[in-house]
């Protein structure tokens, strides 16, 4: 029941085809791997671009120079003393609203617990006239 293949080549040239295909395999894995090679890529690029890569680092070192200079802004009362900026105290009102969403889920339960309780002894005192 097996049929025929209906090619008529040798053994001998289906050989040669199989070989010839992994070697193309084999080149085409070899070109991914060079392609894939990052640290190799780096160090070309450095030898071929040494200047941009030197005024690039000497960019990133000076603009990291300039931020970490930035002074920092006192404000002062008519009085002269120190007041906190009105940018602080948004800023702060924003960070415990925030706290305040992320709380409130876990708290909620102990809080409706204790009122409940709370109720619970009340409803069951006699009342007093």
């Known amino acids: 029941m097996a049929q025929e293949s209906g090619s008529d080549k040798s053994k001998a040239e289906l ?20 392609e894939l090679n990052f640290p190799l890529k780096v160090k070309k690029s ?28 006192i404000y002062l009362s008519a009085a002269g003393k120190k007041v906190k900026s ?9 960070m415990f609203l925030g706290a305040l ?11 409706m617990g204790y009122f409940a309780k709370k109720m619970a002894k009340k409803a069951d005192q006699p009342r007093r006239r």
């Open 15 to 34: 050989r040669r085809q199989i070989a010839s295909s992994r070697e193309a395999v084999a080149h085409d894995l070899h070109g991914l791997g060079y």
């Open 46 to 73: 450095f030898q071929r671009n040494t200047v941009y890569w030197v005024g690039g680092a000497l960019a990133v070192g000076l603009l990291l120079a300039l931020l970490r200079a930035r002074t920092q802004k």
């Open 86 to 94: 009105p940018d602080k105290n948004l800023l702060d009102a924003g």
């Open 101 to 111: 969403k992320l709380a409130a889920p876990l708290v909620q339960p102990i809080v």
